[in-house]
Every structure is written in structure tokens, then in C-alpha cells.
């Protein structure tokens, strides 16, 4: 690059730096004024509230007073956050003020915008640096030089990209500077890609790639699904994709109204800083355990993590089948059907109890049920019975407020219990009876607590037992009846035990909401999952029914299906009719990210030739070949370790050490511990940290590590076709380096593929040797 023109760019940082700091000391006074104003206000109000509320007069002007004060002090926290949040943007900019540049024509007019993370704007209204979300902006991400378009609110407009320029600015320094007539140059993306991995994950904002682009701005389609390999950028791509819908519905939507369900908690720890480095703030994230768990209180649920270690054990092809038929979506259909249909004797109703006493028995319910009309809906039918047990336990109070049970709790209360029942109600009465009869009745509600509890949650019908009722009326084809009889008496005793399978658990949500009308959540605008292929089709519908107004954005990888065969891959249709017969109703927007960026071709080509039918391509990154490294036995294998970790160690912040299940990786820990620093990661684990962690397959999903070991790679620990997914997900989960261990013979599945690696087969050149990353 030219020096004259490197010179000029640097003046310009300089300038806008400066600018930076200016704002930052006007945003700094103006924000410390407003915080003086607030307090004032907020002092104010204090003082306005303590005005004496006797006299009905008084009451009336300090309520005026009141919203009115309350008024300034909302616009003085808006006037506030507004400050703070520039001053947060600022301090973003202040670590890199842009790194776009792009010069178009429009209308025969010369245009220069430089982009970066937020947009600066001087007082004359100079825009110094476009926000990268600006419909300008896409034009740095998606043009190649020439003819070129951009949308805008009021349509799209021509222009003629006459020059695209990118740089990396550090500590306000260009440390690089490219022009490129690429999307996104290369020498910037490989920089950004050579860089050692971090306990959190960075954003992509200055090298989006043009696919990518496209699933971020997407704001037209209600179902955006992208079936991306290992690496391809899918977990970066949302959220920066959340980045963007923040910006363009600043006024209608907020972080709170956007959730992303995540593979586990580490994960979700692993993408916390992302948003924030883009000056966002972080949507709501759950994981499907804890949302399961939310929804069946008192209930433990069997999480993906288990059933991957259970179905290692010992997984009949019954036992598969029978998952299979619950989890689809004609079973689903099936659900509907049979609450649709199902006549009110079929319905479990429960006797409220209360201390072993039937306070209403199911008999009642079951005839306050019927008598309403089945022209109603489900829900409406089930609400009118709850509103009538209301007004019937309302109306058993008032009885039992006048027995002696209760004539002996008053006469029991102290002065002070009595006077709190009365609370605010003292002296209002006319007469003693009056008060007596209010306290009697209070007292009787309080009795009865319980059952007004059990009432509004629901607990009239026994829930699990219509469903054991539906399981039972069922008779899946091709399901040999008596296997299917056992897998419901198995749900019973799941039931019986208070624990439930995540199939029976998504089962019994939607039975409950079909029949109850309740469980949705309407606020809830877009809704994201990550590595959509361990979701079933009836959890992907459950979703959509649990969040009505939430656009969805699935992502997954087929290749990486740890635990589910996903029904989106059987039979003959793709991926995107089965998602789009899956919710008909729903404009699906489907995308293929095939190249995978984080590991080096090596690696990625490794994969690939693990798994023949992933469509994932390498990008052209240079790295050493993966390491095979073969001993006869376990043994052999463990007193290798600590050589073998050292040497990746050497060269590496971040080494996984990474098995197939939980209890190699518990056993390999406390094996190494006395020798070794590291961290086992176990399903609790919440953070990671630098050097050596040890973990099993499951909790390394979407993290990624400068250097990856796969442990013990043998015909015996790796031998069936699913097994071919699980060792491509561990090696794609490494940035530079790769490793293989084995004790006895290689798995046939990189034995028989035609995988490129390195043998080493003994420990002295496994000393001898350096790692070059
Ligand atoms: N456009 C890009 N510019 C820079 N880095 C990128 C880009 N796209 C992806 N990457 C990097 O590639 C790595 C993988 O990205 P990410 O984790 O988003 O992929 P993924 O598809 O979710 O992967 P997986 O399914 O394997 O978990 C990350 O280090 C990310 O920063």
C-alpha cells in the first residue's frame, strides 16, 4: 500500500479519535448533570409523597404532584440512559473507531463512508463513521466494485462502488489496511482466523461474509433456517443478527423480547460478550433443560446429556422406534385429535384435598364440566370449570368461615395477629359482626389456601394421567403392541418417580396447554435455536405454539446430531420440505453455509474425510497435519498424557482434551490431576478457562480451542456410523491444531477413509517435536 495513502488514512483516524474524545468529555458532563437532575427530582418526590393524605383535598393535589414528578423522573432516566448509551458506543469506537471505508457514486455524485461498530456524528452533522447496520453499510458487505444497490425504508437506490477499503485499527493505529474488490479481503479474515482462541467469543462484524450477510439482515422471512457445517460462522451469524434486529426496531423491540435457546450453560457463558461488543445489550437465553424443568415444576428431567450416556449403553431398535413415533409430528397430531374428541369420563379429574379431607371431589368437577357446553373450545370449556370452582370454594369458605374450627382460630389469635388480618380494613367496619364475619372469612381463605392454589394451577385434572390415558389408547403401526405397553408402563413409573424423558416431557406441555389454553408466551418476538439437529420435531412445534408472535431462526449441522437421529434427515425429503411441511403456515427462508472458517484446511479437510456426506469445505488456511499418536493399551496411553498435552501446551492458550463420554473424561482428570493443571467441564461447569480442559463431546458443542485432542480414538470406542459424526464434531472444534490418541487399533472410520494425518508412534518424537501453530 501506497505510504502517502496510508499517511492520509492515519490523519484521519487521528482526527476522528479526537472527535471520540471530545464527545466523551461533553457525553461525560452532560451525563453527570443529568444524574444531579434526577436526584434533584427523585428528592423532590420524596418529599411529595410524605404531604399529609388525610384530608381528601390534600390527596387529590399530591396525587397530581405525584405524577407529575413521576413524569420528570422517567424523562430524566431516559435523557440518562440515551447519554449512556452514546458514552458506551463511544468507548467501543474508542477501540476502533471503523474498519470499512467504501467511496460510491450516486447521481453522479462522490461519496467516502467509513464504517464501523456505531455510527459518529459531529455537531454539523458529519457523519464520520457509519453504523455497520445502516442500509448503506451493505454495500461494504455484499458489492463487488461496479453497479451496485442498496434498500432503504423508501425503496432501493442505484449506485456505481467505486473503491472498497478495510483496515485493522488498534489502539488507534492502522496496523493494516487493504483494498479489495472481494467481499471481504482475504488477508483480514485470515488474520482474524490465525488468532489464538478466547474463553469468549469475538464478533465477525468486520469480515460478515456475503452468506452471512444475507442471514443477518433477513427481516422478511417468519422461519430463517440455516443448515450450516462445523465452522461456518452460525452461532456469529445470529447474533450479530440480533445486533442488526435491535437496530433496525429500536422503538418496538427490545433485548427481552428476543430468546435463543442454547446447547447448555457453558455455551451460553461462552457468547455473553459478543452483543455487548457490538453495543447491544444480551437477548434472554435459556437452555432446554432449564426450560423443561420451568414447565414441570417438581419434576427432574432427563437431560440430552443423559440420554446421549443411557443410549451408549444399551439403545434397542424398539426403543428408538417408539422415540421416534413420539416425537413427530403426527403424534402431535394425534394429541389434538384425542383432547378434540375425547369425551369428559375420559378426563382424570382429581378431588381437592386438603389434609386428607375431599374439599371438592372429582365427581363435582367432572359434572361442573360437562354441564358446559362442547360447542366451546377446549381451553374455554376448561376455564369456565376453573371460574367455577373458584365461586364454589368461595362459597365453601363462607361456610367454613362460620364453624367452629374457625370460632376456635380467632379465639386463638393474639391481639397483634388479629389486627395484620384486619390490616388496613380496621375501623372501616360498622359493626363488631361485621368485622368478626371479614376476620372469620380471612381466616377461612388462608385455611384453604391450598386448594385455591391447586385450582388456579390447574391441578383439578391430573395431567399425566390423561396422558398415560392418550399413550394407552394409542396403537402405533409398525410398533409391536407389547414393546409399546412397556414404554408406557415405563412413563408411568417416570411419572410415579417425579422424573420425566425430554419426548414425554414435550408431550405432556403440549397436552396441558391444548387442554388448558395456557403456557404461551406473547411476548416473545423472535426466537432463535442453536443446533436445531438435537431438537425433535414435536419440541420444534411446541415451540412455535409455546411463543406465537416469535419469528424463528433455527440453526444446526445434520453432521453434528449427537443425540438425536433428527427426523428432518429420514427418508427422501430435504431438510427445508420437512421444516416447511412442519409449519405450512410459515414463510421459510432457507440458507447452506458450507465453509467452515475455524479450523485450518488441514482439520477441515480431516473432517470432510471422516464424514463423506458433510458438504463442508475448508477455507484456505495453512496449518500442520493432524497427529496420530498410537500405543498398545490404556496404559501405555495415560503415561503418555502429560508429554503429549505439554507439547500442545507449549504453543497453545486453550487445549481440549475431549472424549465421547462423561466418565472417560472424569477418570482421565483425576488421572492427570497430580501431574497437570486442568479443568474438567462437566454439565454444571459455567466458564471456561485458559490451559487444559477435559471434557466429554456433548459439552464441547459450538465451543471452540486452539488445540483439540480426541481421545483414544479405537475400533472399540469408535466403531458405528453415528460414531462418524461424533469424531468430526470433536475435530471441528479445533482452531490449529489437532491431535489423536489411540490405545490398541485405530477405529476403522479413520482407518478405512482416506484421511491425511500424521503417525507419530513414539513418545520420543512426540518430545523431540514442536508444535507449530
Ligand atoms: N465472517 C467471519 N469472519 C471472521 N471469523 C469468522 C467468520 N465466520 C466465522 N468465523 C469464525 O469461525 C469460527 C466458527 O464460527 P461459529 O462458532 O459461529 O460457527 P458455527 O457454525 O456456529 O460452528 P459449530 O456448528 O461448529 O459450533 C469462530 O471462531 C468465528 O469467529
Do not use: C
Not at 318 to 333: A, G, M, P, Y
Not at 502 to 524: C, E, K
Not at 637 to 655: D, G, Q, S
Not at 657 to 662: D, E, P, R, Y
Amino acid at each position: 500500500m501506497d505510504k502517502k495513502i496510508l499517511e492520509v488514512e492515519q490523519k484521519r483516524v487521528d482526527y476522528v479519535v479526537d472527535e471520540i474524545k471530545h464527545q466523551l468529555t461533553s457525553t461525560a458532563e452532560q451525563l453527570g448533570k443529568a444524574l444531579t437532575e434526577r436526584r434533584k427530582v427523585e428528592a423532590t418526590y420524596g418529599d411529595t409523597a410524605k404531604v399529609n393524605l388525610a384530608e381528601v383535598d390534600d390527596r387529590m393535589e399530591t396525587n397530581a404532584a405525584i405524577q407529575q414528578q413521576k413524569q420528570l423522573v422517567a424523562l430524566a432516566v431516559e435523557n440518562e440512559t440515551i447519554l449512556t448509551n452514546r458514552e458506551k458506543n463511544l468507548h467501543l469506537l474508542q477501540k476502533s473507531p471503523y474498519f470499512g471505508r467504501i467511496d460510491i457514486a450516486e447521481d453522479g455524485e462522490q461519496e467516502t463512508l467509513y464504517i464501523g461498530t456505531s455510527s459518529l456524528i459531529t455537531s454539523d452533522d458529519e457523519f464520520l463513521v457509519y453504523d455497520w447496520r445502516a442500509p448503506i453499510s451493505s454495500l461494504y458487505y455484499n458489492g463487488t466494485l461496479g453497479p451496485a444497490t442498496y434498500d432503504t425504508p423508501v425503496g432501493s437506490v442505484d449506485v456505481e462502488l467505486l473503491h472498497k477499503r478495510q483496515f485493522k485499527i488498534v489502539h488507534n493505529q492502522i496496523v493494516k489496511m487493504f483494498d479489495t474488490n472481494e467481499t471481504v479481503a482475504d488477508d483480514v479474515l485470515q488474520d482474524m482466523l490465525s488468532e489464538q482462541s478466547d474463553t469468549h467469543m469475538k464478533n465477525i462484524v468486520a469480515t460478515v461474509q456475503q452468506a452471512q450477510n444475507e442471514i443477518i439482515r433477513n427481516t422478511t422471512s417468519d422461519l430463517l433456517v440455516v443448515e450450516g457445517v462445523a465452522g461456518s460462522g452460525k452461532t456469529s451469524a445470529i447474533l450479530q443478527r440480533v445486533a442488526y434486529l435491535l437496530y433496525h426496531a429500536r422503538e418496538k423491540l427490545d433485548a427481552e423480547q428476543i430468546i435463543l435457546f442454547s446447547p447448555n450453560n457453558l455455551f451460553s457463558n461462552y457468547i455473553a460478550e459478543v452483543l455487548p461488543s457490538l453495543g447491544e445489550k444480551n437477548m434472554r437465553q435459556v437452555t432446554l433443560m432449564d426450560f423443561l424443568e420451568h414447565r414441570h415444576r417438581g419434576f427432574t428431567i432427563e437431560s440430552l446429556f443423559e440420554r446421549f450416556e443411557r443410549d451408549q449403553q444399551n439403545l434397542p431398535t424398539v426403543t428408538r422406534q417408539i422415540r421416534d413415533f413420539k416425537e413427530s409430528s403426527s403424534f402431535v397430531k394425534l394429541l389434538e385429535e384425542y383432547l378434540r374428541q375425547t369425551p369428559s369420563d375420559l378426563l382424570p379429574f382429581s378431588n381437592l384435598v386438603l389434609h386428607g379431607e375431599v374439599i371438592i371431589g372429582k365427581d363435582e368437577i367432572k359434572a361442573i364440566y360437562t354441564s358446559i357446553s362442547n360447542r366451546f373450545s377446549l381451553p374455554e370449556r376448561f376455564t369456565q370449570t376453573k371460574n367455577a370452582l373458584i365461586k364454589l370454594l368461595q362459597n365453601r369458605t363462607r361456610a367454613y368461615a362460620k364453624t367452629n374450627t374457625i370460632e376456635q382460630a380467632i379465639e386463638n389469635l393474639t391481639d397483634s395477629e388479629y389486627r395484620q388480618i384486619l390490616g388496613d380494613k380496621e375501623g372501616s367496619f360498622a359493626s363488631y359482626d361485621d368485622e368478626y364475619s371479614f376476620v372469620a372469612y380471612r381466616l377461612a381463605k388462608r385455611h384453604l389456601k391450598l386448594v385455591y392454589d391447586a385450582i388456579y394451577n390447574d391441578y383439578f385434572v391430573d395431567i399425566y394421567q390423561t396422558y398415560l390415558n392418550f399413550l394407552n389408547h394409542l396403537e402405533p403401526a409398525g410398533i409391536a403392541p407389547k414393546a409399546f405397553k412397556e414404554s408406557i408402563y415405563q412413563s408411568a413409573n417416570d411419572i410415579e418417580l417425579h422424573r420425566l424423558r425430554i419426548t414425554d416431557a414435550v408431550a405432556i406441555m403440549f397436552l396441558r396447554d391444548l387442554l388448558t389454553g395456557s403456557g404461551q408466551n406473547h411476548t416473545i418476538m423472535y426466537l432463535f435455536v442453536d443446533e436445531m439437529q438435537d431438537y425433535s420435531a414435536s419440541l420444534l412445534l411446541y415451540l412455535a405454539h409455546a411463543f406465537p408472535k416469535a419469528k424463528l431462526t433455527l440453526l444446526g449441522d445434520q453432521s453434528q446430531s449427537i443425540f438425536t437421529d433428527n427426523p428432518t434427515r429420514k427418508g427422501t425429503t430435504s431438510q427445508e420440505q420437512t421444516l416447511q411441511q412442519l409449519f405450512p403456515q410459515k414463510r421459510l427462508n432457507y440458507h447452506e453455509l458450507n465453509t467452515s472458517y475455524r479450523s485450518t484446511k488441514t482439520i477441515t479437510d480431516f473432517a470432510k474425510a471422516i464424514l463423506a456426506a458433510s458438504k463442508i469445505e475448508a477455507y484456505s488456511r495453512a496449518g500442520t497435519l493432524p497427529t496420530l499418536v498410537q500405543f498398545n493399551d490404556e496404559e501405555q496411553l495415560n503415561a503418555a498424557y502429560p508429554t503429549i498435552i505439554r507439547r500442545e501446551l507449549r504453543n497453545n492458550k486453550i487445549v481440549a482434551l475431549i472424549t465421547k463420554t462423561a466418565a472417560e473424561a472424569k477418570g482421565l482428570a483425576s488421572q492427570l490431576a497430580p501431574t497437570i493443571e486442568l479443568t474438567l467441564i462437566t454439565a454444571k461447569t459455567r466458564s471456561l478457562k485458559e490451559g487444559l480442559l477435559i471434557m466429554p463431546i456433548y459439552l464441547a458443542k459450538g465451543l471452540e480451542f486452539d488445540s483439540v485432542i480426541a481421545h483414544n480414538v479405537s475400533t472399540t470406542n469408535f466403531t458405528d456410523h453415528a460414531d462418524e459424526e461424533l469424531i468430526y464434531t470433536i475435530a471441528s472444534r479445533a482452531l490449529h491444531r489437532l491431535t489423536l490418541t489411540v490405545a490398541g487399533t485405530l477405529s476403522k472410520i479413520v482407518a478405512d477413509s482416506n484421511a491425511e494425518y500424521e503417525l507419530l508412534d513414539n513418545l520420543q518424537t512426540i518430545e523431540g517435536g514442536t508444535s507449530n501453530v
